[in-house]
């Protein structure tokens, strides 16, 4: 499937170098967008799109980069934060470090991207701010406090910006995956054989199955991704749109 509606536009994409992160950078640029991935990670298989090496943790790496991207073009049409990081484990057995990865990544990482280019979004008065959290923010998980803190974080931050741009026509949604087809969830499963344990559920971890009967692609993800930055959902904003195949059952 081939999206319309992105040519000339400027996207700037975190965790493009892998997962759902890459997908929706690939899925923009097979729109004709200019695509800009932001990423440490460098991957085997160059992407289709420019990848930038930036520790989105580290406040001065990702001004730096911003700055250079700036001094380029100033302004940017679409901005997705998909950069995330998993650290499992119940609570009392969570080091901080674990604790402050998640949140360093997958909530600050966020921040400082956003905060980066909300100036130009508002001197513009237009575009698209789309956040990948996770059902994980709507349901409490054995095991994933630091994930699901830091998911929900992510998810408010959201909300916040998305209210605060919104007089400038600026809109801010959230994508909200479930279990998808990704390096970080084989990992999780010990390998694409535990997904059948997924979509059955997992009645002693009070985990319910996905009704759907499947686990997502990373299409799956980006097609909404695509959806909310385009001019189709120009009246959407403040959303958390959760797509994991019913498994919160709405929550």
Known sequence: MHDSGFARRR??????AGGIGRRIAERFAEAGAEVIGLDLARPENPPPFRLVAVDIRDPASVTATCRVLRAEAEEIDV??????????GRTEDLSCEDFDACMDVNARGAFLLMREWIPAFQRRKAGAIVNIASNAAHVPRIGMAAYCASKAALVSLSHTIGLELAPYGVRCNIVSPGSTDTAMLEGMMNGKSGYARLVAGQPDQFKLGIPLGKIASADDIADVVLFLASDRAGHVTLQDIVVDGGATLAA
Request: proline share 0%; glycine share 18%; hydrophobic share 60%.
């Open 79 to 88: 901005l997705v934060n998909g950069a995330g990081v998993l650290r499992l």
């Open 11 to 16: 996207v700037l994409v975190s965790g493009a």
